[in-house]
C-alpha cells in the first residue's frame, strides 16, 4: 500500500482558526463589510453611514446605519408594509415597491436630520440619472450613504437598485453609477430614461398584467385576484404610484400601527414575576416557621 501523508492531523487541529459565527452561517460578507464599516483616520469619530437593504418573501426592509464598536446603530428604517398608508396595497415586494420603500426611508432620515427642506431631491421623478448636490459653502452638505446589499446579487435591474434609486431620489447622496438601472444599454452605454421611469411608476407590471389578461385569462385572474377586487387594472398604476410618492414626501414620519391586544402585558401574564430582596428572605422564614410546626 502506498504511503498515504495524514493533512488534517493534531498540528493541523491546533492551528485551526475558526471563522465568524455569521460567516458560518452564510449571513455576512466580510470582505464587503469591511469596506464599508472602515472610516478614514482623519475623519475621527465621523460615523459612517449606509443604505441597508434586505428582501424577505413578504417585505422590504431599508435601514440607515453606522457601526460602532458596540454594534451596529440604527438611524431610521422603513418597510415596504407601510406602504399600504399611503395607498400601495399590492406589490409589496416588486421594483416599484423597493423605489417607494427608498424614497420613505430618505424623507425620514432628512426630516429627522433637520434636511427634508433643503435637500427635497427630485420632486417629480423622470428617470433620468441624477445625483444630489451639495448646496454652497454656506449650507449643509448633504447627507452621505453607501448601498449596502448585504449577499444580493447585484445583476442589471435588480430591485436593490430600485431601492437605491428611491433613496437617492428623496436627496440621499449616494455614490452610484447609472450602469445597473433597468433600462441601460450595456452596448451604447447610455440609460434608456423612459425605460427607467415606466418601472418607478409600477409600468412593467401594468404591461405585464395586459399580456397576461391576452394570453391566459383564468390564470390572471388568479395571480391578480387582489387587484381585481380592490378596482385595480392596468391604466390605475401610474395614478396610484404618483400618489403615493406625493404622499410619501408630506409626511414621511412613522406611525405605529393599531395593536388590538395589549402583547406586553400578554407575555408577562405567562412569566414568574421576579422576587425583591424582601420577598425572598420573608418566604425563607414562612418555609423555616413551616418546617418547624410540622417539627
Given at each position: 500500500?502506498p504511503?498515504?501523508?495524514?493533512?488534517?492531523?493534531?498540528?493541523y487541529?491546533?492551528?485551526l482558526?475558526?471563522k465568524?459565527?455569521r460567516?458560518?452561517?452564510g449571513?455576512?460578507?466580510?470582505?464587503?463589510r469591511k469596506?464599508?464599516?472602515?472610516?478614514a483616520?482623519?475623519?475621527?469619530?465621523?460615523?459612517?453611514?449606509?443604505?441597508v437593504?434586505?428582501?424577505?418573501?413578504?417585505?422590504?426592509?431599508?435601514?440607515?446605519?453606522s457601526?460602532?464598536?458596540q454594534g451596529?446603530?440604527?438611524l431610521?428604517?422603513?418597510?415596504s408594509?407601510?406602504?399600504?398608508r399611503y395607498g400601495?396595497?399590492?406589490?409589496?415586494?416588486?421594483?416599484t415597491?423597493?423605489y417607494?420603500t427608498?424614497?420613505l426611508?430618505?424623507r425620514?432620515a432628512?426630516?429627522?436630520?433637520?434636511?427634508a427642506?433643503?435637500?427635497?431631491g427630485v420632486?417629480?421623478?423622470d428617470?433620468e440619472?441624477?445625483?444630489?448636490?451639495p448646496?454652497?459653502d454656506d449650507e449643509?452638505r448633504?447627507f452621505?450613504a453607501?448601498?449596502d446589499?448585504?449577499l444580493k446579487?447585484?445583476?442589471?435591474g435588480?430591485r436593490?437598485?430600485?431601492?437605491?434609486?428611491?433613496a437617492?431620489?428623496g436627496?440621499?447622496?449616494?455614490?452610484h453609477?447609472?450602469?445597473?438601472?433597468?433600462g441601460?444599454?450595456i452596448?451604447a452605454?447610455?440609460?434608456?430614461?423612459?425605460t427607467?421611469?415606466?418601472?418607478?411608476?409600477?409600468?412593467?407590471?401594468?404591461?405585464?398584467?395586459e399580456?397576461l389578461?391576452?394570453?391566459?385569462e383564468?390564470r390572471?385572474?388568479?395571480?391578480f385576484?387582489?387587484?381585481?377586487?380592490?378596482?385595480?387594472?392596468?391604466?390605475?398604476?401610474?395614478?396610484?404610484?404618483?400618489?403615493?410618492y406625493?404622499?410619501?414626501?408630506?409626511?414621511?414620519?412613522f406611525?405605529?400601527?393599531?395593536?388590538?391586544?395589549d402583547?406586553a402585558?400578554?407575555s408577562?401574564k405567562h412569566?414568574?414575576?421576579?422576587?425583591?430582596?424582601a420577598q425572598?428572605?420573608?418566604?425563607?422564614?414562612e418555609?423555616?416557621?413551616?418546617?418547624q410546626t410540622e417539627?
Open positions: 500500500m504511503f498515504v501523508k495524514e493533512v488534517k492531523n493534531n498540528a487541529f491546533s492551528r482558526a475558526v465568524y459565527r460567516r458560518r452561517e449571513k455576512t460578507d466580510y470582505y464587503a469596506r464599508l464599516v472602515a472610516q483616520k482623519n475623519k475621527y469619530n465621523a460615523p459612517k453611514y449606509r443604505l437593504v434586505r428582501f424577505t418573501n413578504k417585505d422590504i426592509i431599508c435601514q440607515i446605519v457601526a460602532k464598536l451596529d446603530i440604527v431610521t428604517q422603513a418597510r408594509r407601510e406602504l399600504p400601495i396595497a399590492h406589490g409589496l415586494t416588486n421594483w415597491a423597493a417607494a427608498g424614497l426611508v430618505a425620514r432628512l426630516t429627522k436630520l433637520g434636511l427642506d433643503k435637500y427635497e420632486a417629480e421623478a428617470g440619472f441624477t445625483l444630489t448636490e448646496l454652497g449643509p448633504p452621505k453607501f448601498l446589499v448585504g446579487r447585484t445583476s442589471t435588480s436593490v437598485f430600485g431601492a437605491l434609486k428611491g437617492s431620489d436627496g440621499i447622496f449616494i455614490p453609477s447609472e450602469n445597473r438601472f433597468p441601460f444599454d452596448e452605454k447610455e440609460l434608456d430614461a423612459e427607467l421611469r415606466k418601472y418607478i411608476f409600477g409600468g412593467h407590471v401594468a404591461e405585464y398584467m399580456s389578461e391576452e394570453e391566459d383564468e390572471f385572474k388568479k395571480q385576484s387582489t387587484y381585481l377586487a380592490d378596482g385595480i387594472g392596468s391604466d390605475d398604476m401610474e395614478e396610484i404610484y404618483e400618489n403615493a406625493a404622499a410619501i414626501r408630506e409626511d414621511p414620519t406611525k405605529p400601527s393599531e395593536k388590538t391586544k402583547w402585558a400578554e408577562k412569566r414568574t414575576p421576579r422576587l425583591t430582596k425572598r428572605d420573608e418566604r425563607i422564614q418555609k423555616i416557621k413551616a418546617f417539627v
